[in-house]
C-alpha cells in the first residue's frame, strides 16, 4: 500500500481495536421471515420490510411487467429527460394516499432529506432538531447551513424553551423530528409539537421513514396517526422499509413541494428512481389502499411477541411500535447475546455505543406481518434459552 493511503489502513485497525468494526453479513436469499446469512439458514428479525413487500408476488409480477415497457433505467435526472410518466403517478397517487397537496419522489430517503432541509432554511435561519434525529436529517441540516439547535428527545417544554430563545434571532425557524424513532420504537409527540410549533409560527417538518406504512390507518404515517391533516407542513418519508422498495417520497403543501421540484439538489442532480422501483412503489400503495390486512398483522405480531417477552422477564424498553428494543445495558453482553441468538438461528442485531448511549445496549427485533406464530414462538424459545444461558432473565 503507497504511503498516501496507509491512513485508511490505521483507521481502520482502531475501529478494531475499539470494538467498533462493523463485519457485515451477507445475504443470500429474498427478504422475508426466513434469511440465508452467510451460508445459514435463520430466522430474520433484522430488517425494515415490514409488511413483507419487498418479496411479494404482486410487487415482483409489476416489476417485470413495466421492466418489459420502460426497460431497466430512467436516463437522465428528473429536471431533464427523466421525468417519466410513472414518476408522476407514484406522486399523485402518494399524495392522495396521505392526503396531503403534492408529493414528490426521490432516489431514497437520505436523498430526500438531503433535498428538502435546504430549501427550506438557509444561512438567516435556525432548525430546532430532535437530539434522537436520523443521520439523515442531521446531513440535510448542516448542507442547509442553517444554525442548528438541539432540544432534548420528544420533550416538547425543551423545544418551547428553545423556540423563545431563538425566535427573534433568525429569519424562520424550522422544527424537524422523526416520526418514528428506530432505536426505541417510540413515537415523537407530534400533537404536542405542533401546539407549540404553531404557537410560534414555526415550520414543521416530520420524517417518517419508520412509520410510513406502519403507523396511522393503514399504514399512512404518523401525521394520520395524530389527526394532523394539513397542519405539519412537510412530511417526508421513505419507500425503502415497509414500502419494501427504495426511494424517498417529501408530500405537503403544493407550494413548498414545486419549491423543491425547481431546487432540490438531489432532484436536479441525481437520476430518477428506475421505472421498476417506481412500478414496485405504485404497487405498494395499491396494495396498501387495496386492505389493511398487512398492517394490522404487523402491529398483532408486535403485539404479540412484545407481551411475550414481557412475560419471559425481559425489557423491552420504551417501544409503541412493533420495533421491539430488548434492553441488555452492557455492550458487550448485547454482542454476546445477538451471536448466541444466531447459533440457535435467530438473527437479531445487537445495538451499542455511537448507535445508542453508553450502558443502553439492547437487541434489537424488528417484527414483520410475514412472521407467523410459530416464528415468533422459536424466536422467544431462543430468546429464553440465551436470556437464561446468559443471566439476564
Ligand atoms: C431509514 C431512514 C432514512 C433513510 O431512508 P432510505 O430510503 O433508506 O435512504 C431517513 N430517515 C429516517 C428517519 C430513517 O429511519
Known amino acids: 500500500m503507497s504511503n498516501r493511503l496507509v491512513w485508511a489502513e490505521e483507521e481502520i485497525q482502531s475501529l478494531s481495536d475499539n470494538g467498533l468494526y462493523n463485519h457485515i453479513r451477507t445475504i443470500s436469499s429474498p427478504q422475508g421471515a426466513w434469511l440465508i446469512v452467510d451460508g445459514k439458514k435463520v430466522l430474520n428479525f433484522c430488517s425494515n420490510n415490514y409488511l413483507g413487500l419487498a418479496n411479494h408476488p404482486k410487487m415482483v409480477a409489476a416489476v417485470k411487467k413495466v421492466v418489459d415497457e420502460y426497460g431497466v433505467g430512467p436516463g437522465a435526472v428528473r429536471s431533464i429527460a427523466g421525468t417519466m ?26 436523498t430526500a432529506n438531503l433535498a428538502t432541509i435546504p430549501c427550506l432554511v438557509g444561512k438567516e435561519d435556525g432548525i430546532l432538531s430532535d437530539e434522537l434525529n436520523h443521520a439523515s436529517i442531521i446531513d440535510g441540516c448542516r448542507l442547509s447551513g442553517a444554525t442548528i439547535i438541539r432540544f432534548s428527545h420528544a420533550n416538547v417544554k425543551d423545544l418551547e424553551t428553545k423556540i423563545i430563545e431563538n425566535k427573534d434571532k433568525y429569519r424562520r425557524l424550522l422544527a424537524i423530528t422523526d416520526g418514528v424513532f428506530s432505536m426505541d420504537g417510540d413515537l415523537a409527540p407530534l400533537d404536542k409539537i405542533y401546539e407549540v410549533t404553531s ?3 414555526v415550520m414543521l417538518m416530520v420524517d417518517d421513514a419508520h412509520g410510513e ?64 422501483d417506481v412500478a414496485a412503489c405504485l404497487m405498494a400503495v395499491d396494495l396498501l389502499e387495496e386492505s389493511t390486512e398487512l398492517v394490522d398483522q404487523l402491529w398483532e405480531n408486535g403485539n404479540y411477541f412484545k407481551a411475550e417477552m414481557k412475560k419471559l422477564g425481559f425489557d423491552t424498553g420504551l417501544s409503541q411500535t412493533p420495533i421491539t428494543p430488548v434492553m441488555l445495558g ?30 443502553k445496549a439492547r437487541i434489537r427485533v424488528m417484527i414483520s406481518a410475514t412472521h407467523t406464530k410459530e416464528d415468533l414462538d422459536l424466536c422467544l424459545q431462543a430468546f429464553e434459552r440465551v436470556g437464561k444461558k446468559l443471566n439476564v432473565i
Open 85 to 110: 410518466d410513472v414518476h408522476l403517478e407514484l406522486e399523485s397517487r402518494l399524495a392522495q394516499f396521505k392526503g396531503v397537496e403534492a408529493c414528490i419522489s426521490f432516489q431514497s430517503g437520505f
Open 199 to 201: 404557537k410560534y409560527e
Open 213 to 276: 406504512g406502519v403507523v396511522g390507518k393503514g399504514g399512512r404515517g404518523i401525521v394520520d396517526h395524530f389527526g394532523l391533516h394539513g397542519k405539519v407542513d412537510i412530511e417526508v418519508g421513505t419507500m425503502s422499509k415497509a414500502f419494501g422498495v427504495m426511494g424517498g417520497m417529501v408530500a405537503g403543501n403544493a407550494k413548498l413541494i414545486e419549491w423543491i421540484r425547481q431546487r432540490g439538489r438531489p432532484f436536479i442532480f441525481s437520476s430518477a428512481l428506475t421505472p421498476a
Open 330 to 359: 452492557d455492550a458487550k453482553l448485547a454482542k454476546d447475546f445477538s451471536k448466541e441468538l444466531f447459533n440457535e438461528g435467530v438473527f437479531a442485531m445487537a445495538l451499542a455505543f455511537p448507535t445508542v448511549p453508553v450502558g
